[in-house]
């Protein structure tokens, strides 16, 4: 018995010499896995976005070469993860047996990733691909501080200026038509100079609706209803009420305040708003506001985003921009910033080095030129063309729900 004790008591001091080790095991476990989770979060997201930019870039190339554009999205990733650990212990080599232990560790991890991979087509996606950019969306990105200049060069597909007759004079935003593509850039290079001078506006013109009815035709549980929505004014001469109601009208881009017009000043643009359409966005510089030494106004007519893509396509070939002054009644534009081209392309027969990202189409590779004077405003715009494709983009159907699942 009593060497039945040594075992026993050797044995005990192998578990407690062990116990601080199983601990130990069992908190590097638990560490590991939301180290896991984040890991994997990360290496997903910077996937789909490398996977969507990719995507556009080609697209671009497609549209040079007159080819379908197609788009692909990810609907839905599941990973699983599965953690194995294992630890023991066996006297140390060289040691007098009972001394002292040695602690062994064991452990694994596997990932099993399951990504649904679906076409984005359709009829509702093809409308929204062909169908022009409302005002909204201008003015929504306009408000993140993008440059009105690189807005427009990229969203517009014309600019129609309105002269001193009411008639208006439309101007492509096209390279090969010279007078028209060298007046386009002159004028939003003119709204860039005043935006950079912080004068910029762009709010929704503010309409005033009229109505007049006979006062007999109102009763006293109307009239109350009346004044919840209206202005209303009584008129003793003919006994009638005037009703009035101010609403959000279309988004105007102007160099003064929208609010100080007079109420003749309101009333006619109020009659030219009938003329723009949604995808229109009006603009009015006046004299004696910035940049008002070149007064103009008129309405850009926006495009969709298919046409955008068809539009860099075509700076790959023959329709590339190029420069153009601006106009000598345009304030200094800030750092002189003026790119020839909306976005700039690098297009090779080898690798492309020291770029974000690159594809590579018919044995030629193609990238967003983020090396010069201008890789801010490239990035930029590629950024841009992404928000417009998000902007564009229908819901992708989901495959299951959508899950990151670790098992331990």
């Known amino acids: 018995m009593p060497g039945q004790n040594i075992i026993n008591w050797i044995f005990l001091r192998y578990l407690l010499r062990l116990l601080p080790c199983i601990l130990i095991l069992g908190v590097l476990a638990g560490c590991i896995s939301p180290m896991a989770l984040n890991?994997?979060?990360?290496?997903?997201?910077?996937?789909?976005?490398?996977?969507?930019?990719?995507?556009?870039?080609?697209?671009?190339?497609?549209?040079?070469?007159?080819?379908?554009?197609?788009?692909?999205?990810?609907?839905?990733?599941?990973?699983?993860?599965?953690?194995?650990?294992?630890?023991?212990?066996?006297?140390?080599?060289?040691?007098?047996?009972?001394?002292?232990?040695?602690?062994?560790?064991?452990?694994?991890v596997a990932e099993s990733p399951t990504i649904s991979i679906v076409p984005i087509e359709g009829e509702d996606f093809t409308k929204r691909l062909l169908t022009p950019f409302p005002q909204s969306k201008l003015t929504l990105l306009l408000r993140q501080r993008f440059d009105v200049d690189l807005l427009l060069r990229m969203m517009a597909q014309e600019v129609r200026l309105r002269n001193a007759a009411e008639q208006h004079s439309s101007y492509r935003n096209s390279p090969p038509d010279k007078a028209g593509y060298e007046m386009f850039r002159r004028v939003v290079l003119h709204l860039s100079a005043i935006q950079d001078n912080n004068q910029l506006y762009a709010e929704p013109l503010p309409l005033i609706h009229t109505w007049t009815i006979p006062a007999s035709a109102i009763a006293a549980e109307g009239f109350q209803a009346l004044q919840k929505e209206f202005v209303v004014l009584y008129n003793a001469n003919d006994n009638t009420y005037t009703l009035r109601k101010h609403t959000p009208g279309p988004i105007l881009i102007t160099n003064y305040d929208p609010n100080t017009l007079s109420e003749a000043e309101r009333d006619e643009l109020n009659d030219r708003a009938g003329e723009w359409d949604v995808s229109d966005i009006a603009f009015d510089i006046r004299p004696g506001q910035y940049g008002g030494e070149w007064p103009m106004n008129g309405v850009f007519r926006l495009r969709s985003f298919h046409s955008i893509l068809g539009f860099l396509g075509k700076a790959l070939g023959h329709e590339t921009g190029y420069h153009v002054e601006k106009d000598p009644r345009t304030p200094p534009i800030l750092d002189n910033e003026n790119?020839?081209?909306?976005?700039?392309?690098?297009?090779?027969?080898?690798?492309?080095?020291?770029?974000?990202?690159?594809?590579?189409?018919?044995?030629?590779?193609?990238?967003?030129?983020?090396?010069?004077?201008?890789?801010?405003?490239?990035?930029?715009?590629?950024?841009?063309?992404?928000?417009?494709?998000?902007?564009?983009v229908t819901d992708i159907p989901r495959v299951g729900v959508p899950s990151i699942t670790i098992a331990k």
């Open 339 to 392: 790119p020839d081209r909306t976005m700039e392309f690098v297009v090779s027969n080898t690798a492309l080095a020291e770029t974000d990202f690159s594809i590579r189409w018919n044995s030629r590779y193609y990238a967003v030129n983020t090396k010069g004077p201008y890789a801010r405003w490239n990035r930029d715009a590629f950024q841009l063309l992404f928000l417009l494709f998000q902007m564009t």
């Open 39 to 108: 890991r994997a979060v990360i290496a997903y997201d910077d996937a789909v976005t490398d996977a969507i930019s990719q995507q556009l870039l080609i697209n671009i190339v497609r549209a040079h070469h007159r080819q379908p554009v197609h788009f692909t999205g990810v609907s839905n990733i599941a990973a699983t993860f599965n953690f194995q650990a294992n630890a023991g212990a066996m006297p140390a080599l060289g040691g007098l047996a009972g001394a002292s232990i040695l602690p062994i560790f064991g452990g694994s």
